[in-house]
């Protein structure tokens, strides 16, 4: 029977190990915090249900323009929190559950690479409590993930200046949140925090808030957040975040200084790989403190795979499980297609959300590829009307030579649902036409990805 053994319990590694129990390895998982890792107990989970009670509020406040009066909502931040943590230990509980019941040994602590004899790897365990000892196995799976990045600058106190892992002790809503670094993450909660009656100010390093999507896209999400009264300063870099004696000042790298009640810092992340023994087993790493891996998430020394954050490639649960899977399937032999990357798809949850998948208008603008294009704004789908949420567009690209759907860019109030369809077309090759075909629901926010589809025929 082979021996897997997994270090982190996020997706990448509690996805792994449970295909890996279903191939009948022996299987121990050693997590640091708790099943689900950081994905359910500090970030994706978390972040998502704060995100949700945002949406209720500005649902709330939106309906007046239906026709119905609702007293102005009111933020219970405590309610809020208590229920995020809850959905957040249930989620991770449940997972513990689904990991035992499959018979994979859970430990509760650290690990770290010891030995490596032949093919046989020694691991080191460190439980919470209870002695270290050493365990063996044929295979590894480093899913250690990343944790957030912080200005050097800058400490964080968890009170005033806060990492995304730490708002949820917040007992009250800041008065005025100052957001540094306006990636997917900083644009979430600058707009969560905006909905639910903070005064918000972002801090964009670049041009514009989410400079890694496409701009129209972009400043699609910025036009409506600036519109809700968010203060966004572009091209403004953060050289230092200060407390005061009620709050927080943010310098910023022409010398103006911005003051606010709390600073929340989002400026990406760094890989969990020191201290875990990999250069003394000649395990590479890259500058950054990434684990390089291939396809089929091999690293440099035979046996032991990478998966997820800690690998630095795209960042996200759904690429991370897939990787952890794909390194046990190739571990033990089974047939395995190598990650696409070029299909992963995403989704911002701001208000609006921004979803993406397949090609980009930079790929197309650029020359990379050759496709066509067709982009329908929300504003005249009528159910969008109905909602009240005409914010946005639809956007499809199809290979000009061809006809098949090449991918897709949505920005609506659920354009993480909406994108599936044109994910669905890109994984599989369907043409525009097999698309369009398909009938919609009238009315319906995905009749605008089958008219877009319609539109692209004409050509
Ligand atoms: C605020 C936020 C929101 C996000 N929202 C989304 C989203 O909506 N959708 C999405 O797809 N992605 C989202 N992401 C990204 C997503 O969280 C990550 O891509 C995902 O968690 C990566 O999974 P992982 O398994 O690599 O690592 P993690 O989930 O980070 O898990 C790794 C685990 O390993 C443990 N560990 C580390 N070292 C050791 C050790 N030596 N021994 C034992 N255990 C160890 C850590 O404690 C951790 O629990 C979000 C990220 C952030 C920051
Ligand atoms: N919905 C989702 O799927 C979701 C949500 C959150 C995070 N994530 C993942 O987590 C990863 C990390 O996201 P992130 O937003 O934390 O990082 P990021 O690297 O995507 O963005 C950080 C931003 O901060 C800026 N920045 C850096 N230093 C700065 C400074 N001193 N002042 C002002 N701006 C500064 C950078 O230029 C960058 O634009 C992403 O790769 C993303 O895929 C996914």
Redesign the pocket.
């Known amino acids: 029977m082979a021996r897997v053994a997994i270090i982190g319990g996020g997706p990448a590694g509690y996805e792994a190990a449970l295909v890996a129990a279903q191939l009948n390895a022996e299987v121990t998982l050693i997590e640091a915090t708790g099943a689900g890792g950081a994905c359910v107990l500090t970030?994706?989970v978390p972040?998502k249900s704060f995100i949700a009670a945002s949406n209720a509020v500005t649902e709330a406040k939106e309906s007046v323009d239906l026709g119905v009066e609702v007293d102005a909502p009111r933020v219970k931040p405590k309610a809020v929190n208590a229920r995020v943590k809850q959905l957040a230990g249930q989620q991770s509980g449940d997972i513990a559950g689904k990991l035992t019941t499959a018979g994979v040994t859970l430990v509760d602590g650290t690990a770290t690479l010891a030995d490596c004899e032949g093919r046989t790897h020694a691991v080191r365990v460190s439980p919470r409590d209870g002695e270290d000892y050493t365990i063996h196995a044929d295979i590894v799976l480093l899913a250690t993930g990343a944790t957030?990045r912080v200005?050097p600058t800058t400490p964080v106190d968890g009170e005033r200046v806060l990492t995304c892992r730490q708002l949820y002790d917040l007992d009250e809503l800041p008065e005025h949140l100052i957001v540094?670094?306006?990636?997917?993450?900083?644009a979430?909660f600058a707009s969560a925090y905006l909905s639910m009656g903070s005064r918000v100010t972002l801090?964009?390093?670049?041009d514009r808030v989410m400079?890694?999507e496409d701009r129209d896209a972009a400043e699609a999400v910025e036009s409506v957040f600036r519109g809700r009264g968010m203060d966004i300063r572009s091209h403004?870099?953060?050289?230092a975040v200060r407390r005061t004696d009620d709050g927080v000042e943010v310098e910023l790298g022409d010398g103006t200084v911005v003051p606010g009640s709390h600073a929340l810092i989002?400026?990406?992340?760094v890989p969990n790989s020191e201290g875990l023994g990999l250069a003394e087993l000649g395990v590479d790493t890259d500058d950054r403190g990434y684990i390089p891996v291939d396809k089929v998430s091999r690293t440099n020394v035979p046996g032991i795979y990478a998966a997820g954050d800690v690998t630095g490639v795209?960042?996200?649960a759904s690429v991370a499980a897939m990787q952890g899977r794909i390194a046990v399937w190739h571990a033990l032999g089974e047939a395995v297609r190598p990650i696409k990357l070029r299909n992963v798809a995403?989704?911002?949850?701001s208000d609006p959300e921004l979803a993406t998948v397949g090609v980009t208008q930079g790929d197309v603008d650029s020359g990379k590829v050759d496709c066509r294009v067709v982009k329908l704004p929300l504003a005249s789908n009528p159910r969008a009307k109905m909602l009240n949420r005409s914010a946005g567009f639809v956007k499809i690209f199809a290979w000009r030579t061809s006809g098949v759907v090449a991918g897709g860019v949505i920005v609506a109030s659920r354009a993480g649902e909406l994108i599936q369809p044109v994910a669905i077309a890109v994984e599989h090759r369907l043409t525009v036409e097999q698309l369009a075909r398909t009938l919609t629901i009238y009315p319906s926010l995905s009749g605008s990805v089958a008219e877009a589809a319609r539109q692209l025929m004409e050509y």
């Open positions: 970030d994706c972040s957030p200005l540094v670094g306006s990636g997917v993450t900083g979430e801090i964009s390093s670049r400079p890694h403004a870099r953060a050289n989002t400026v990406g992340s795209h960042a996200l995403s989704n911002v949850f």
